[in-house]
């Protein structure tokens, strides 16, 4: 039984001011709970799951699923069409900014769209890029949105905020590469084992500040008439052709 008190904190994660004050998010669906309880078995709180869920997943041995009719999920979830499960889930403690060194990492200039965050991650997690520096004004990685376009990326991919300028400047020895409209043709650019990738603005692009810092301009080509690229297609087209 699902009392109306927690079924409201629940709810409540859906925004970001909760979740700040709780270090608490939500996740949900089959895929991406079961396999943050896999990979993070310490970082899951509380459980929410129908029966069917509950048989299947009997494997996962975690002590804190608590049964719930399909009636009391849809008042936790967030979905249109919720899911089968609902976890709640400690954030993850990303307050060290990473190591670049030796690696792929992208890096995102204030992209917005909660969808296209969580596309992006996925895509890293896809190409092996294992790390994403955002600008602070990028949508927050634990926005329920974020989480379900990952579709379980979140627990591979490591999402780290930061002041980008003051951040880049701090990064020596190491080569910045900005995605443009107008750089260096990608198809013929080596394939590359350490740098940054940054990806800008969905349309603002990437700011003056930051370009200012990057070593080199590159472009994916152009054959056709639209103006520009949804930046999550962008990154994939990118890390295609230059990661090896």
């Given at each position: 039984m699902l009392?109306k008190?927690?079924?409201k904190?629940?709810?409540?994660?859906?925004?970001k001011k909760?979740?700040d004050?709780?270090?608490?998010?939500?996740a949900e669906?089959?895929?991406i709970v079961?396999?943050?309880?896999?990979?993070?078995?310490?970082?899951?709180?509380?459980?929410?799951?129908v029966?069917?869920?509950i048989?299947?997943?009997?494997?996962?041995?975690?002590r804190v699923?608590?049964?719930?009719?399909?009636?009391?999920?849809?008042?936790?979830?967030q979905?249109?069409t919720?899911?089968q499960v609902v976890?709640v889930?400690?954030?993850f403690?990303?307050?060290?900014?990473?190591?670049?060194?030796?690696?792929?990492s992208?890096?995102l200039d204030t992209i917005?769209?909660?969808?296209?965050?969580?596309?992006?991650?996925?895509?890293?997690?896809w190409?092996g890029?294992?790390?994403?520096?955002?600008?602070?004004?990028?949508?927050d990685?634990?926005?329920?949105?974020?989480?379900q376009?990952?579709m379980g990326?979140?627990?591979?991919?490591?999402?780290?905020?930061?002041?980008?300028p003051?951040w880049?400047?701090?990064?020596?020895?190491i080569?910045?590469?900005?995605?443009m409209l107008e750089g260096?043709?990608?198809?013929k650019?080596?394939?590359?084992k350490?740098?940054l990738?940054?990806?800008?603005?969905?349309s603002?692009?990437?700011?003056?500040e930051?370009?200012?810092?990057?070593?080199?301009?590159?472009?994916?080509?152009k054959?056709g008439k639209?103006?520009?690229?949804?930046?999550?297609v962008?990154?994939g087209i990118?890390?295609a052709q230059?990661s090896?």
């Amino acid at each position: 039984m699902l009392g109306k008190q927690k079924a409201k904190y629940i709810q409540s994660l859906g925004q970001k001011k909760q979740r700040d004050a709780e270090g608490l998010f939500i996740a949900e669906g089959p895929k991406i709970v079961s396999e943050l309880i896999q990979t993070f078995p310490q970082y899951i709180q509380e459980v929410y799951a129908v029966k069917e869920w509950i048989k299947e997943n009997d494997h996962l041995h975690t002590r804190v699923v608590t049964e719930v009719t399909d009636n009391e999920l849809e008042k936790i979830s967030q979905l249109k069409t919720p899911n089968q499960v609902v976890a709640v889930v400690k954030k993850f403690d990303k307050s060290e900014l990473p190591d670049v060194k030796g690696k792929i990492s992208l890096v995102l200039d204030t992209i917005q769209d909660p969808g296209n965050l969580g596309t992006i991650i996925r895509i890293a997690d896809w190409f092996g890029v294992d790390q994403i520096i955002c600008s602070n004004d990028s949508a927050d990685v634990y926005n329920p949105k974020v989480v379900q376009a990952t579709m379980g990326s979140i627990a591979r991919v490591n999402i780290f905020y930061a002041d980008l300028p003051v951040w880049l400047r701090q990064q020596k020895d190491i080569r910045m590469y900005a995605a443009m409209l107008e750089g260096s043709d990608i198809t013929k650019m080596d394939p590359i084992k350490e740098g940054l990738i940054i990806i800008g603005n969905e349309s603002k692009g990437i700011s003056e500040e930051i370009i200012e810092l990057v070593n080199e301009k590159i472009a994916i080509p152009k054959k056709g008439k639209a103006e520009s690229l949804n930046a999550a297609v962008a990154v994939g087209i990118v890390l295609a052709q230059i990661s090896t």
